[in-house]
């Protein structure tokens, strides 16, 4: 047996501030898979939210305090496919004007993978020995989905979860109308989004709605929880690592 | 065209609220995307042919000067005419010469984005001559007194009941008990009125799809045969386009057919592809009497060698607007000026400005689906954030948005100061929240829960609880 690879967690300001148990739940899911994790003090945002309202300066100066907090790390895993996205993908670019910092940005982004399909594709993760008794349907976050590929991993481990059934509901790979600040900037046509998207839910029959990014999962939870309706939202990960407190938008014992 | 992008927000509010629009929109998926999605499926080839047609457009792109010099030689050898202009009003003035030239009263259209970027249809009437609207889409708008909506499919954003409306108040003079229940009849009728405005044109004015340099000729491509009678039946047919249509080739113009008709219809090919190169010779049964190029610059030049380049791809398939959940909200007319959808969204601000359209390449979530369908790959999403860095460079967001980044860039930058705002952000929401687990109104998400709820935090900052259960584990 070869020495554990040393994971860094990312934990993004998202699972941070709103539900750190997602975070405790990537962790498990990780140590169970054969990886040492470790969560780097010195972390905050990625800085998409900089970078995605033109402010490339400081999404710079956020992305070089990311490179030096998870330099040294086998690999940098992130419970995010938009935040994986930022560092993997978009990072590289953010320092096209600057070699330097592009080299690290580089390898940083060949280090750095989104949670789920981590474990499937390094870790080679075949299942989960989680339960969850329910009916579940699946939203593909836009940028996992089309910036990263992350489509057959997170149905291949939920397949394995005792209990659950996955029911896909139509244009499951079409966008919530969260996109971050969009959200706040331009609220009625957001709102628009996330109700076709509500009631593409609804039609699926679920009792509960997964997803990998907190930022869909927190629209869409919210446009739900506004109707009245009670499809329980959770992150995949929650489920995946067998954790079951309260749903998102669910007071603590339940609703 | 006289721009309300400025006006983008107040639009969209309207286009919301409309429930003809609202239904119509629904029929962009199953009529445009599914079909779509069908249509490559069938292509094995299909990434392939996406990479070729890239390597076309960029190899022309940066050799335009060539290949657009080479295609007036052809056209001029042919026995035609180009006609270079740098914006709008030139174009203009320069229909309108051949126009009064050939004492022209009315002009046939086919349909032409770069005519509606010109606003060449308010230039013609407004100096006595008639112009008259043959693509279907085009026309119902045109005596609706409206801007088209979509790029291939102007009318997308009505209903057929608004649409029999228009033809009983415009088309006085049939019976008024007729029939205009479907879209079969409608079609009829609208033929029966065209027909003889057909034969009756003075000049036919058409876009073009492509230009070719290699034989000076251009194509069109329709569902309904209106291109070919515009172009072939008058004294004189103009052909508008902008600089960046031309190709190579007919072999290139070849590949990229394959790409066009399936991105916009999921057709495998359009009803009509027609290929014009130059007046009727002396043996021709028809033809146009003179053919003229208005080659339309309107700022593109500039785009040339810098960040929106790729721009210049484009083929105006529309299959970016089909996928664009914001554009299937509000439809295009909500955009305020000719181009809607990802498309529009990041030539509008080239050709008019981003102080005017600034709202255009903010209002998308970067969900990448317009990217992902484009059949010439252009990294929309990435251009539109181009777009926002300009704008933030020159302070044109609004100050309170600038300033909330800024605060929150602040403590960003600052991880360790971060950890302890985030984890007192989590404990004081945690608190107001945990009685039902979300809130119905939060002053700083205010147009959030205007229509949703917020899930609260659950109480603690991840960063604090995890130090917390490492106990004193020393940290990196």
């Known amino acids: 047996m070869t020495e554990k690879p040393r994971v860094a967690l990312f934990v993004t300001c998202l699972v941070d501030l709103f539900r750190p148990s997602v975070g405790f739940a990537a962790v498990k899911l990780l140590e169970d898979a054969g990886c040492a994790v470790e969560v780097p003090r010195l972390q905050s945002c990625c800085g998409q939210p900089a970078y995605n309202s033109g ?72 299942g989960v020995t989680a339960r969850y008794d329910g009916v579940a349907t699946y939203h593909d976050s836009c940028s996992g989905l089309r910036e990263l590929g992350v489509k057959a991993q997170p149905r291949k481990l939920l397949a394995s979860v005792a209990g659950l059934t996955l029911k896909e509901m139509r244009d499951c790979e079409v966008c919530c109308g969260f996109g971050g600040t969009f959200a706040i900037k331009y609220s009625d046509i957001s709102d628009k989004i996330v109700e076709e998207k509500t009631g593409n839910i609804r039609a699926s029959g679920a009792d509960t709605l997964l997803a990998g990014d907190m930022g869909c999962l927190l629209n869409m939870a919210g446009k739900l929880e506004r109707a009245g309706d009670r499809t329980k939202v959770r992150h995949i990960a929650e489920v995946l690592a067998g954790v079951a407190g309260p749903a998102l938008g669910e007071p603590e014992g339940g609703a | 065209m006289k721009p309300t992008s400025r006006a983008f927000k107040a639009n969209a509010r309207h286009a919301l609220g409309d429930p003809n629009l609202q239904r119509a929109m629904v029929n962009l998926r199953t009529g445009f995307a599914e079909r779509r999605a069908h249509a490559v499926a069938q292509l094995p080839e299909w990434e392939e042919l996406r990479e070729q047609a890239v390597a076309i457009k960029k190899d022309t792109l940066a050799h335009l000067d060539f290949y657009l010099e080479a295609f007036e030689q052809k056209v001029i050898a042919n026995g035609g005419q180009v006609h270079w202009c740098r914006d709008a009003a030139e174009a203009n003035e320069t229909v309108l010469a051949i126009c009064r030239h050939l004492g022209a009263t009315t002009v046939t259209k086919g349909k032409s984005m770069i005519g509606e970027e010109m606003g060449v249809n308010d230039h013609l009437e407004a100096n006595g001559i008639t112009p008259i609207e043959t693509d279907l889409g085009e026309y119902i708008i045109q005596i609706r007194h409206e801007p088209p909506s979509h790029i291939i499919a102007p009318a997308v954003h009505l209903v057929k009941e608004q649409i029999a409306q228009s033809f009983r108040e415009t088309h006085r003079d049939l019976d008024a008990a007729r029939p205009l229940n479907d879209s079969r009849q409608m079609c009829d009728e609208a033929r029966a009125i065209l027909r003889p405005r057909f034969l009756a044109a003075d000049v036919g004015i058409t876009g073009a799809n492509f230009l070719v340099a290699e034989t000076g000729s251009s194509i069109i491509v329709t569902n309904e045969g209106n291109g070919d009678l515009t172009q072939t039946l008058p004294k004189a047919h103009i052909v508008l386009a902008s600089l960046e249509k031309v190709v190579p080739t007919l072999e290139d113009a070849a590949t990229i057919l394959r790409l066009l008709a399936r991105s916009a219809t999921g057709q495998e090919f359009s009803s009509y592809t027609t290929v014009l190169t130059g007046p009727r010779r002396r043996d021709d049964a028809d033809g146009p009497g003179e053919y003229h190029v208005v080659l339309l610059d ?179």
């Open chain 1, 55 to 126: 402010d490339r300066k400081s999404a710079q100066a956020i992305a070089r305090t990311v490179i030096a907090a998870f330099a040294g790390f086998d690999y940098v895993v992130v419970p995010s496919g938009s935040c994986a996205g930022m560092i993997k993908v978009h990072y590289p670019a953010l320092f096209a004007d600057d070699p330097a910092s592009a080299d690290d940005a580089r390898e940083l982004a060949a280090r750095t993978h989104e949670l789920i399909s981590f474990l499937v594709d390094v870790m080679k993760v075949e």
């Open chain 2, 298 to 476: 309107n700022g593109r030049s500039a785009l040339l060698g810098g960040e929106f380049e790729d721009m210049l791809r484009c083929i105006r398939c529309a299959a970016c607007l089909n996928h664009c959940p914001v554009y299937r909200a509000i439809g295009g007319q909500s955009y305020g000026w000719v181009y809607p959808g990802p498309m529009g969204s990041v030539l509008t601000p080239s050709l008019i400005g981003i102080e005017q359209a600034g709202n255009l390449p903010n209002a998308s979530t970067f969900c990448g689906q317009c990217e992902s369908v484009c059949p010439m790959k252009i990294p929309l999403p990435k251009m539109m954030r181009h777009w926002r860095e300009r704008e933030f460079q020159r302070h044109l967001p609004p100050r309170a948005y600038r300033l909330g980044l800024a605060v929150w860039g602040f403590f960003a930058r600052r991880p360790a100061l971060y950890r302890h705002v985030a984890d007192a952000g989590a404990r004081v929401l945690g608190y107001v929240g945990r009685g039902r687990g979300r809130f119905r109104a939060l002053p700083f998400a205010a147009g959030w829960t205007r229509t949703r709820d917020m899930p609260a935090p659950e109480g603690r900052s991840f960063m604090s609880l995890w130090t917390e259960r490492q106990g004193q584990r020393k940290s990196r």
